[in-house]
T-cell receptor, first 109, second 113 residues
């Protein structure tokens, strides 16, 4: 069975500080991993996926198969980054996403 | 930019009643999904739908649940006889293909009293 764990429910940082949101997964196959973000009163939207290797809004995430992790990082947090962040894993067929519990990021001025 | 829409935004129903949640996926998308999120818990997968049939379903998606694409635009989730524990936010999503990005709707909050 596939599982995604986000150990921190809440992460609070000051503006300009580095941010790392942790995500660990368990999956027997080759995983497809995503970070979704939900800003206040908005819908879930894709932030980035590991296969594209892009940096979106200054965020990056590296898949570490040895540690089964896909942590989300940003060197300098901005107040507008405050949101709920969900790590998600897709099965081999792309039929479903398994979500972590989410981490609420609060960036203080 | 096209978006997934869901109606209603909030539905209140009594235990034992049937409810139908409606979704309009993005028009050129082929894969459709339902997820739910009970307050304070994870977003959970319910079902995926492709080519007019269910392609995957979770343990949550029992005989009380069904999905349908009654016409070329709508995608519905029916709960036949609601229970208190069905109270949750229900999200519809769609994607162009199975591995592509899933686009989520704003959700329907279902309250069962």
């Amino acid at each position: 069975a596939q599982r995604v764990t986000q150990p921190e429910k809440l992460l609070s940082v000051f503006k300009g500080a580095p941010v790392e949101l942790k995500c660990n997964y368990s999956y027997s196959g080759s995983p497809e991993l995503f970070w979704y973000v939900q800003y206040s009163r908005q819908r879930l939207q894709l932030l980035l996926r590991h296969i594209s290797r892009e940096s979106i809004k200054g965020f990056t995430a590296d898949l570490n198969k040895g540690e089964t992790s896909f942590h989300l990082k940003k060197p300098f947090a901005q107040e507008e980054d405050s949101a709920m962040y969900y790590c998600a894993l897709s099965d081999n067929a792309g039929n479903m996403l398994t979500f972590g519990g989410g981490t609420r990021l609060m960036v203080k001025p | 930019e096209p978006e997934v829409t869901q109606t209603p935004s909030h539905q209140v129903t009594q235990m034992g009643q049937e409810v139908i949640l409606r979704c309009v996926p993005i028009s050129n998308h082929l894969y459709f999904y339902w997820y739910r999120q009970i307050l304070g818990q994870k977003v959970e997968f319910l079902v995926s739908f492709y080519n007019n049939e269910i392609s995957e379903k979770s343990e949550i998606f029992d005989d009380q649940f069904s999905v349908e694409r009654p016409d070329g635009s709508n995608f519905t989730l029916k709960i036949r006889s609601t229970k208190l524990e069905d109270s949750a936010m229900y999200f519809c999503a769609s994607s162009r293909q199975g591995y592509y990005e899933q686009y989520f709707g704003p959700g329907t909050r279902l309250t069962v009293t």
